[in-house]
């Protein structure tokens, strides 16, 4: 393989027209800058980096500060003119449709409208939406019609329902703890085990997930009782995907090499939101560990993700 091959996903979309709304209808509340963004911009760090093909989101908080009907069409408006790119230039970029969630109704709407008309390869869904959780009874509906049309989830984290810490922006803590709060609850509350086929990337290599899999697992069973097992609760953490996106330590590789299935470990930039300094630094970190022979890092790089995007083996 070469590394020019890489296959990036999570790489994230920042529309203007979406970056120039946000402010008056909610802002982020994390803390962290919005970047400028162009798609000409996009392919010269894709090109630095030797990445083919990156796949794009619309990263946190989406479109949930909106209301009403608007959130329903600024979803729209994301979800097309990032399946623009996908046309118009070809083999460089996917997309990972966006949901006007915590509209259900609305959500289960522009899915079908995703699925039936425009180029997706999946959707993305953020860790909590004003607090609920993706493992509670409310998106059981949605996770019902995901697993049937066999649609491929990015879960991306964004700010949990806590104050952020004064100079320290969610992104770089509470990012992760909120990953692994959703995906815990995920697997406690029986979702994996309702719908088995579903596909779900968890964002920075799973936040704490790996490192702490052993507690949740055995503190989750003894607390919720049969038929939950430690043995079965493993299992339905080790189904998750994980992206390396700011995770490619030798400290955090280690970790998720030790716990992640080897098919499932994608490789990940979080550009633009991680800047192009940094996303080369943790891409120099995954090039340079020697802990990877070259066909773990081949699989890493491009060949775990075929398996999830198949019609990329054709550009």
């Not at 039936?116 to 999946?122: A, K």
């Not at 100079?167 to 309702?194: E, K, S």
Request: net charge negative; glycine share 8%; with cysteine.
């Amino acid at each position: 393989m070469r590394n020019s091959d890489r296959i990036d996903v999570h790489q994230h979309v920042v529309p203007a027209f979406w970056a120039d709304e946000l402010s008056a209808n909610g802002g982020d509340p994390s803390g962290w800058q919005t970047p400028e963004w162009t798609p000409e911009k996009a392919i010269a760090f894709m090109d630095s980096q030797q990445i083919s093909t990156g796949v794009l989101s619309l990263t946190a908080p989406g479109v949930v500060g909106w209301r009403g009907h608007e959130r329903r069409d600024m979803a729209r408006r994301v979800n097309e003119y990032t399946a623009g790119l996908v046309a118009s230039h070809a083999g460089r970029f996917g997309n990972f449709a966006t949901l006007p969630l915590p509209d259900l109704d609305g959500a289960l709407l522009e899915l079908e409208h995703v699925r039936r008309t425009l180029q997706v390869d999946g959707v993305v869904l953020l860790s909590n939406y004003g607090g609920r959780y993706l493992g509670e009874p409310m998106f059981d509906p949605l996770w019902a019609e995901l697993a049937l049309r066999g649609m491929l989830v990015f879960i991306h984290p964004t700010k949990p329902p806590i104050d952020v810490m004064e100079g320290i922006p969610g992104p770089i803590v509470d990012y992760p703890f909120d990953t692994t709060r959703t995906a815990v609850q995920l697997v406690l509350n029986g979702v994996l085990t309702r719908y088995p086929t579903l596909r779900i990337i968890l964002s920075h290599a799973g936040g704490f997930l790996p490192y702490a899999s052993m507690r949740f697992a055995q503190a989750g069973a003894a607390v919720h009782g049969a038929p939950l097992t430690p043995e079965g609760v493993l299992h339905d953490l080790r189904s998750f995907y994980f992206d390396t996106a700011l995770s490619t330590s030798a400290a955090a590789l280690a970790g998720l090499t030790a716990f992640a299935r080897p098919d499932h470990i994608l490789f990940g930039s979080d550009y633009p939101y991680a800047s192009e300094a940094m996303s080369a630094t943790f891409t120099r970190e995954l090039d340079h560990q020697i802990s990877l022979d070259v066909g773990r890092r081949a699989s890493i790089n491009r060949a775990n993700a075929l398996a999830l995007f198949p019609r990329l083996s054709r550009c």
